[in-house]
T-cell receptor, first 115, second 111 residues
Framework: GQQLNQSPQSMFIQEGEDVSMNCTSS?????WLWYKQEPGEGPVLLIA?????ELTSNGRLTAQFGITRKDSFLNISASIPSDVGIYFC???????????????FGQGTILTVHP | EAQVTQNPRYLITVTGKKLTVTCSQN?????MSWYRQDPGLGLRQIYY???????DKGDVPEGYKVSRKEKRNFPLILESPSPNQTSLYFC??????????FGSGTQLSVL
């Protein structure tokens, strides 16, 4: 199946620092999604990207859909302690006019923020 | 309150003993899916369903079955569980062009 490589695997940062993580794929997607998972909970969608080159922000979060359709990055600016969690990228290739299909997730980036 | 409900939250069983993990959503979503989460591997899709009576394999369907007889329910069935199916399982649902909602997870241990 499709492979998504997400990096880094983990990050330990000080409060106030900016964070950057990315995902690369061996094949193209037409949707990129970024999720955050907190302990004991399921992932929650942060940002959805639907077009190559698209740059989208959600508060302190910014994500981009790579031009080649094989990569995406997520930036978090001015991190705070509640940013702690596991961040996942996910790619989706829609075919046949459908709106949902097989979703492939990255391995996750574990973020720790020290006050 | 809009939610995806999985049961049980925790389950310990033995090899070969059939089990079912239930998933129910109250948002009238067409799309539902099951994932398993393992350290270092992220979430891997097991099966998904685009609508009632329509199911498709994800990336890791071996050893699992699903059914979608009603829109709200999408149970995951392990006919003969094995230790390599010890994992954290998530059910999710979504409507067309809208975000996925995930359940709180089921931690399964197969001894």
């Amino acid at each position: 199946g499709q492979q998504l490589n997400q990096s880094p695997q983990s990050m330990f940062i000080q409060e106030g620092e900016d964070v950057s993580m990315n995902c690369t794929s061996s094949s193209i997607f037409n949707t990129w999604l970024w999720y955050k998972q907190e302990p004991g909970e399921g992932p929650v969608l942060l940002i959805a990207l639907y077009k190559a080159g698209e740059l989208t922000s959600n508060g302190r979060l910014t994500a981009q859909f790579g031009i080649t359709r094989k990569d995406s990055f997520l930036n978090i600016s001015a991190s705070i302690p509640s940013d702690v969690g596991i961040y996942f990228c996910a790619g989706q290739l829609l075919t046949g006019g459908t709106s949902y299909g097989k979703l492939t997730f990255g391995q996750g980036t574990i973020l720790t923020v020290h006050p | 309150e809009a939610q995806v409900t999985q049961n049980p939250r925790y389950l310990i069983t033995v090899t070969g003993k059939k089990l079912t993990v239930t998933c129910s959503q109250n948002m009238n979503h067409e799309y539902m899916s099951w994932y398993r989460q393992d350290p270092g591997l992220g979430l891997r899709q097991i099966y998904y369903s685009m609508n009632v009576e329509v199911t498709d394999k994800g990336d890791v369907p071996e050893g699992y079955k699903v059914s979608r007889k009603e829109k709200r329910n999408f149970p995951l069935i392990l006919e003969s569980p094995s230790p390599n199916q010890t994992s954290l399982y998530f059910c999710a649902s979504g409507a067309r062009n809208e975000k996925l909602f995930f359940g709180s997870g089921t931690q399964l241990s197969v001894l």
